[in-house]
Structures are given as C-alpha cells and as structure tokens.
C-alpha cells in the first residue's frame, strides 16, 4: 500500500485527526473495504492508502470505462458516408438545443466541433468516438491502464500517462477520471502545460458534499473504493485550480438517477458493474426510477446534484 500524505490532497489541511469512514468495494462485492478520512478544511473524502495494485480494479471485465460493448459506433450502418452526413446534421441541432442526439457535457461545456480536444483518462475512448460521428475532428485519449495505444474509427487512445502528454489543445478534458489520480495537483499541472493559448479545462467528477451524500453516506454509490481515490468539494477544486493558475469560470451538475439507485443497490449488498440502467430496472420500478431521474434534474437546476462539470480558464 502507498501511505498518501496526512494532509489533504486538495487543500493542504492536517488530516491526522480527521474523521476516518470505512467504504466497500462495491464493482464486484469482493469484501475489501478501504479507510477514507473527511477533510475538515474543505470537505473532501481522501482515501487513507493506494493499493500498490491499483490496477487490477481496472479489470476490463468489470470496469465500465474499458467495457463497452457493441453500441450503435460500431455498427456497419453508421460507418458509410450519408450516415456520418446525418449524424453530424443531428449532433449540430443537438449543441444548438440540446435535442436528438448528441453528448450532454459537450453542450453544457460548450464544445466546438472545430475546437481540438484531448479527453486524459479516456478509457478506450468511447466519449470521443461518439464525439468524432457527431462532427468534432480534432479528438485524442490517453489512459495509462489500457494495454497498448489503439485506434477507434479514427480516433487515436495513447497508453499514456499525463505527464507524458505533448501537443497543444483548445479543450483539455478529464471525463470522471481526476477523482482516480494520487496526483491531483500534477494533472492540474500537466493539463495546463498542454493547453492552448485561450483554452479550458473541463473536469467532470463527483461532487462530495451533495444530497446524496448526506443521505446515503458512505454507501453513497460515487464513493467506487479503492478506483475513486479523492471525492472533492467546490471548494476544494477552486484551492487545486488556484494553485495550478487557473480559475473555475463555472460549473454546471449532470447527475442523474444512478446517484440514487446505485446507492440503493450498495444498501443491499448488491454489486453494481458500472451505471447500467438495466441493472436498476432488475431491481426497481420504472416509476421508481422515474421519480429518482426527475429528482435527479431538480438537484441539477438547484446546484445540488451529485455530479458535474468545472469549466477552467487561466487565472
């Protein structure tokens, strides 16, 4: 096990007699749990120790970001040219509306199809891929976990470790993959050194601190230990964005129904293998569910959701 710091990752605060909580592992029920301590500075749950083996919580079996199966861009249909001309019609309605098909975070974030973007935790770059069909050109991944580089229709994923990164960007993303870093403060960094003159960070990620949080605790479903090994308040990532020279322009939530569910799941005991909804309808009711998605959207309008987007500029 790597010792992190007794203090606090984001904030720097003396964490030696902070509150300790113990989390499960709840991916695949493998009985593991693992010790988080609260800040009492700015509120965040820090994991106590790395597992040396991290990476085996990234098994592609199990773990949603390398586990995606057949879905519609991998289908020969979408691959001929007047398919690839409607989708990128129906992704420009969507970033002008938010209607018919398109990525909500690229909307809320205010993506450019002529803006170039490198996602850093990508997985094997599903986002991008989808991201590529809907008409953005310029598009890199990089993960460290994944076993090789590879190409996605068009797509480069580099096997890459952040500080390794090289290039210019207009868009530095980091789609829910800074809350898996010991380093926080150095993907800051690094994301700032490859971004384009003008440029913006994005950072989606859980936010601690939430309704869900207050109500489930440490079942609450985005605590994922050991893989989450940081869950930050907006106040932490003002500190880490002002330390790094940048600035939170904005943030805006986009939680939805597995905040509630997938917590319902970990009161239960069951294993939840990603945020499959087919998961939560084995389990509960559409009207359920409905009801926790409308809650879901509320908590968003109300800035209380579980999830969201900060929108970094340089300071």
């Known amino acids: 096990m790597n010792e992190l710091t007794d203090d606090c990752v984001a904030c720097g605060a003396d964490g030696r007699d902070a509150p300790r909580f113990e989390a499960r592992e709840v991916q695949d029920m493998t009985g593991e749990t693992f010790t988080y301590r609260l800040c009492q500075g700015c509120g965040s749950l820090q994991i106590t120790e790395v597992p040396d083996d991290l990476g085996r919580y990234y098994d592609a079996s199990s773990y949603s970001s390398f586990n995606v199966k057949t879905s519609l861009v991998d289908r020969p249909l979408v691959q001929n040219p007047l398919s690839r001309a409607a989708l990128r019609a129906v992704g420009a309605v969507h970033r002008r509306t938010g209607r018919g098909i398109g990525l909500r975070f690229v909307r809320d974030a205010g993506i450019s199809p002529d803006e170039s973007v490198i996602d850093i935790g990508s997985g094997i770059g599903e986002n991008l891929v989808h991201m590529r069909l809907l008409g953005h050109r310029e598009l890199v991944g990089s993960d460290p976990f994944l076993p ?37 403060h150095a993907m800051l960094a690094s994301a700032t050194r490859i971004l384009a003159p003008g440029g913006r960070v994005l950072v989606r990620m ?16 985005q605590i994922d230990a050991p893989r989450h090994l940081v869950l930050y308040t907006p106040q932490a990532m003002d500190a880490m964005a002002a330390a790094a020279g940048l600035k939170v322009d904005r943030l805006f939530h986009d939680s939805w129904s597995f905040q509630f569910w997938g917590s319902e799941l970990i009161r239960r005991d069951l294993p939840h293998k990603g945020a499959s909804l087919a998961q939560a309808r084995a ?33």
């Open 148 to 184: 090789a580089d590879i190409d996605r229709n068009g797509v480069k994923v580099l096997r890459r470790h952040h500080t390794e990164l090289t290039g210019s960007y207009d868009w530095v993303v980091m789609n829910h993959s800074f809350e898996h870093v010991p380093d926080p």
């Open 206 to 221: 859980p936010i601690m601190g939430s309704v869900a949080w207050e109500r489930y605790g440490m079942d609450w479903s």
């Open 283 to 315: 389990h509960f009711s559409k009207q359920q569910i409905a009801a926790w998605e409308k809650e879901s959207r509320e908590l968003n309008a109300r800035g209380e959701g579980d999830a969201g987007g900060y929108v970094l500029t340089r300071a």
